[in-house]
Structures are given as structure tokens and as C-alpha cells.
């Protein structure tokens, strides 16, 4: 499967993912910049900050309860922010598009 | 045990003997917020007997100067307390503070209440989000981006002036001026009386006594009173000025600002200003001490640049400035085994969580191009994690990226003069020679 991340000066960059993983992992692995996955995906540290297009909301599912607590806290949070690390790969995801949001 | 806090060698004698007199204590007394630990760096001891013996270890009254408090060593219960703010609340309560003595006067007794801040670090959720929120726009990204050519520029200032093969204290001229100038810009105080900033911070982070930033108690309450005064006065006249974006204005023009207690705002101010002091400046004069002790990592570092941001994120563990933060619990909370009263205050120790050989590898070892050098907890995790943290690193980037392509080599000599201080872990004071220019 591939997911592709909207870079902060906006080009893009589509990669190859194995479905079971956090997203964060994902962009971490292939060294996305602005994705930096300081707390190693606890939902801690809001360093793995997105905005997810809306064809793919409803796949990506809801914040959880730690994710709301960071992103109460963090810069730039909007409607379709989300911690891309409490997302996690699969074959629905497919084709996935994600707005890293830096941080 | 082969690894010393500074580097791979073998321990010194002194070092080994430190060691065994650590272990030698009864494990009941030990009390890792006794400050005799830091100068030496014993602390690292304490804490990897801690770590082994007894992870979530409690000290009594009797064994420590500021009454009985419980301690966090490993990562894991760090993290766990730092991302439950339910159960570990952060109300009024940032670091372990010492007991009040009874002789105090009224006064003193003020001065030690403002101490006992408000502030947007030591709130829980609802409040927190509002403080945080009015101040974090001025080290948002955009903010940050438009500071970096300013920065830079100061940056190669500062290492243009410094004197070429002689001696000359490092923290002085290039740690604390540095990051005094970023604090002016963030409070836009005048630039010319930058190092008032920097004394009002020593002042709040160190106990008073010969040789410290204040000699008394009574000094200190007359600095407290000039740092709230002034503040108070930059505030009220922010509010009748056009909306900046400097940490004053923010909250002056904050759609809160009226329900904003003097007492809050001079707690933000505080936190603000120590946040953006001693952490920076620490980790600078680290990264210089901790590099030349390690001239493998040095010659990496030389022959590919692209290290620096990774070395950066390795000295901000490996130096963790702030040693911990305090909670209190709300409830009896069971942690890794012993059960924590509630009320009970819980020091959660950053500075051995990035020591903790179960979540990082050759954790004492100074490695700049280790796996994943951002995982490190000294910016804290959860809602209160540190604010300031890419403006720290942002200044860390820049300061070396100037310092390589001016000076081949920088010496330090002897050993740096190291805090007195069971918080702020850091230096007085550090000699360096740099013998010539590339
Ligand atoms: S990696 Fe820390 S919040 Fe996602």
C-alpha cells in the first residue's frame, strides 16, 4: 500500500507502507521532515502533527483521549488535525493523503 | 561498570571511590534531590543504584532537607506520570521546595509564595491550556523561522569577538549572551540590560549564599520585587499598545487577560523566563564540555555537519538541564509496584529516565550519531512538555553551525565549574582556549 504526505513547502512525497504500522513510524522510517515521532508514538509529544484530507476522515477513525489532551496543547491544531502515530496503517488506507503540519 | 558520565574511559579513582560510597549508603537514605550530589556529578550513581535497587524509592523527612517526597527513575514510570495529569497533578507545584523555616518574616514569606508560583507549568487542565495557549504563539513555528536570520546573526557576532588563543570563561561570553538576546527578543525588554534577565533567573533557581547569584534571603526578596514590578509595568503598558508578538503582549492582548491573577501572570512570567534561560544556556557550554571529551564523536561531528541537529538532540539528553519535575498525587496511585499516597509529592527524574539502559542503549555514553536521538525525556512528555523546545533547538543548530565553519578546534580547560543546584543541571563557569581560526 502507499500513503502520500503534503510536505510544509508543499511537495509531495508518496511512500511505500506495510499495513500494521503507525503512520508516524511510517514517515519516521522514510525520513518525511516535520514528522520528528519524539515519544515514539504515546501521543505525547504532538512532534507527529497532520491534517488529514476529507475523503479520509472517516477511514483514519476519531482522536483518542491522549491525542485530544496534545492537541489541546499544540500549535496550529485545527478541524482535521490528527497524531499521525495514533493512526494505524492498513489496507483501507490505501492511497492515504496526509498535510505534515511541523511542529 | 566500565562507563563514566562524561565518557567511555575507565572510572578515575575518585570516580570509583564516589561510586562505592553511594552504594555503601543505606538505600533508605539516600535522597537524590540533595544538591551535595550534582557539583560532582555523583548523582549519576544515586540514580543507577536507584534504577537497580529500588525504582520508585521514597525518602523520609529525616533523610532530606526538603521533607519526604517520592522519586521516579525509570523511563517508563516517567512517562506514565508525566502523560496522566489526573492522577499526578502538576497544581502549584513545579519543583521540590524546601519546607518553610519558621523564623521567616512576613516578607520573606511573600517572596517564597511567589515562589510557589502559578503559572502555566505548575496547572492542570482547564486553566493550563488557557495560559499556555495566550504565550505559545510567540515560539510557534512562524515565529520561530522569522527569528532565525536574527539569531544567526548574533550567533556569528558573539564568535567574532571572541579572543583567539586565550583563555576565557565560555558560559560568559557565548552561552549566556546568546541566550540572554533570544529572551530580550521574546520579552522585547531592552537589549541593553539583556543580563538582568539572566540575573532574575539565577536568582529564582538558586538558593541565596556567598557566591551565588544573591548573598540573602533579604537580597533576594528586594530581586524578586524589582523582577514583578518591572514585569507588572510591562505588562499594563503592553495593553494600551498595538498587539506584538512578545511573551508581554501575548498575554496583555490574551481574550483572558482579565481573569489572568497578578499572581498567574508573574508565575508565567517566571517560568517563562527560566524555560528560555538556563536550559539553552546549559546545553550550549555541554555540548562543548561533552564533545571535547569525546574526540571520536568531535571528528565525526567535524567531517559531517549534517550531524548537528541529532548531536543537538543527544546533548539536550545527555545533558538533561532541568534534572525533574514535580507532581502531586490526587489519589493512592500504584506505580511500578509501591503504592503512592495521595497528596504525596513525586519528583519524576528526567535525568535518570535518559539513563535508563532498558530504553536506551550505552545510555551513559555520549553518542551524536545514535538511533532515534530525539527519543530523550528532557523536554518532559504530555500536555506540559517543555514549549520552548524547537527555540532551544533552533539555537543549538545555529550556534554550531557558526561555530564550524569559524574554529577548527576549541579546548577546554580543566573542568567546568557545575551548578549548585538539584534542578538546573548545569555550569558556572567553563575555561576554553581556541587557538586559531579556520
Ligand atoms: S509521536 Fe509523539 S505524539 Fe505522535
Not at chain 2, 566500565?2 to 555503601?24: F, N, V
Not at chain 2, 539565577?202 to 530581586?223: C, H, K, L
Not at chain 2, 504530555?382 to 543549538?396: D, T
Request: aromatic share 8%; proline share 5%; charged share 25%.
Amino acid at each position: 500500500m502507499e500513503v502520500t504526505f503534503v510536505l510544509q513547502d508543499k511537495t509531495t512525497r508518496t511512500v511505500e507502507a506495510e499495513p500494521g504500522w503507525k503512520l508516524m513510524e511510517v514517515a519516521v522510517d522514510n525520513a518525511v521532515p516535520g514528522i520528528d515521532g519524539d515519544c515514539g508514538g504515546e501521543a505525547a509529544c504532538a512532534t507527529c502533527h497532520v491534517y488529514v484530507s476529507p475523503q479520509w476522515r472517516e477511514a483514519t477513525g476519531e482522536r483518542t483521549s491522549d491525542e485530544q489532551a496534545m492537541l489541546d496543547n499544540t500549535f496550529g491544531v485545527r478541524e482535521d488535525s490528527r497524531l499521525c502515530c495514533q493512526i494505524t496503517t492498513d489496507e483501507e488506507l490505501d492511497g492515504l493523503i496526509v498535510e505534515v503540519v511541523g511542529s | 561498570m566500565t562507563i563514566t558520565d562524561s565518557h567511555d574511559a575507565a572510572l578515575t579513582a575518585e570516580q570509583a571511590e564516589a561510586r562505592e560510597r553511594i552504594y555503601a549508603l543505606p538505600l533508605e537514605s539516600l535522597d537524590p534531590a540533595n544538591e551535595a550530589h550534582y557539583p560532582s556529578g555523583d548523582i549519576h550513581w544515586v540514580f543507577e543504584r536507584l534504577r537497580a535497587e529500588d525504582p520508585v524509592h521514597f525518602t523520609a523527612a529525616e533523610h532530606s532537607e526538603y521533607g519526604h517526597y517520592w522519586s521516579l527513575t525509570k523511563w517508563d514510570d516517567i512517562r506514565a506520570a508525566d502523560t496522566n495529569p489526573k492522577d499526578f497533578s502538576a497544581n502549584g507545584i513545579i519543583t521540590l521546595a524546601r519546607p518553610v523555616p519558621e523564623s521567616m518574616t512576613e516578607e520573606e514569606m511573600e517572596a517564597q509564595r511567589r515562589q510557589g508560583i502559578t503559572s502555566l507549568l505548575s496547572m492542570d487542565p482547564p486553566d493550563h491550556e488557557i495560559h499556555r495557549g495566550a504565550v505559545s504563539e510567540a515560539v510557534a513555528p512562524a515565529n520561530l523561522a522569522a527569528m532565525e536570520p536574527l539569531i544567526r546573526e548574533r550567533a556569528g557576532a558573539i564568535l567574532d569577538g571572541l579572543p583567539i588563543g586565550q583563555e576565557f570563561d565560555w558560559v560568559d561570553k557565548v552561552s549566556i549572551e546568546l541566550t540572554a538576546m533570544t529572551l530580550a527578543t521574546l520579552f522585547d525588554y531592552p537589549q541593553e540590560q539583556r543580563r538582568k534577565l539572566t540575573w532574575w533567573s539565577d536568582v529564582i533557581t538558586s538558593a541565596p549564599g556567598p557566591g551565588r547569584a544573591v548573598e540573602n534571603q533579604e537580597d533576594r526578596v528586594v530581586a524578586m520585587n524589582e523582577f514583578f514590578d518591572t514585569f507588572n509595568d510591562m505588562f499594563t503598558r503592553r495593553q494600551s499598545e498595538e498587539p506584538r508578538v512578545d511573551f508581554l503582549s501575548l498575554l496583555a492582548h490574551s481574550p483572558h487577560a482579565t481573569d489572568f491573577t497578578d499572581r498567574e501572570l508573574f508565575g508565567d512570567g517566571i517560568v517563562l523566563l527560566v524555560g528560555g534561560n538556563d536550559t539553552t544556556r546549559n546545553t550550549i557550554t555541554g555540548s562543548v564540555y561533552a564533545l571535547s571529551k569525546n574526540p571520536t564523536e568531535n571528528a565525526k561531528l567535524r567531517a559531517n555537519p549534517a550531524l548537528i541537529p541529532s548531536m543537538v538532540s543527544e546533548t539536550i539528553r545527555w545533558q538533561t538541564p532541568l534534572t525533574h519535575m514535580t507532581r502531586r498525587t490526587t489519589r493512592d496511585v500504584e506505580i511500578n509496584g509501591k503504592i503512592i499516597p495521595k497528596g504525596d509529592r513525586v519528583a519524576m527524574w528526567y535525568v535518570s529516565g535518559n539513563r535508563d539502559e532498558d530504553k536506551i542503549q550505552n545510555a551513559a555514553s555520549y553518542i551524536i550519531d545514535r538511533k532515534n536521538p530525539r527519543q530523550h525525556l528532557s523536554f518532559g512528555f504530555g500536555i506540559h512538555r517543555c514549549l520552548g523546545n524547537k527555540l532551544a533547538e533552533l539555537q543549538l543548530r545555529i550556534i554550531w553551525e557558526e561555530m564550524l565553519a569559524r574554529f577548527p578546534e576549541i579546548n577546554v580547560i580543566g573542568e567546568p565549574v557545575r551548578s549548585h543546584s538539584s534542578f538546573i543541571k548545569g555550569y558556572e563557569s567553563m575555561t576554553v582556549v581556541i587557538p586559531r581560526r579556520n
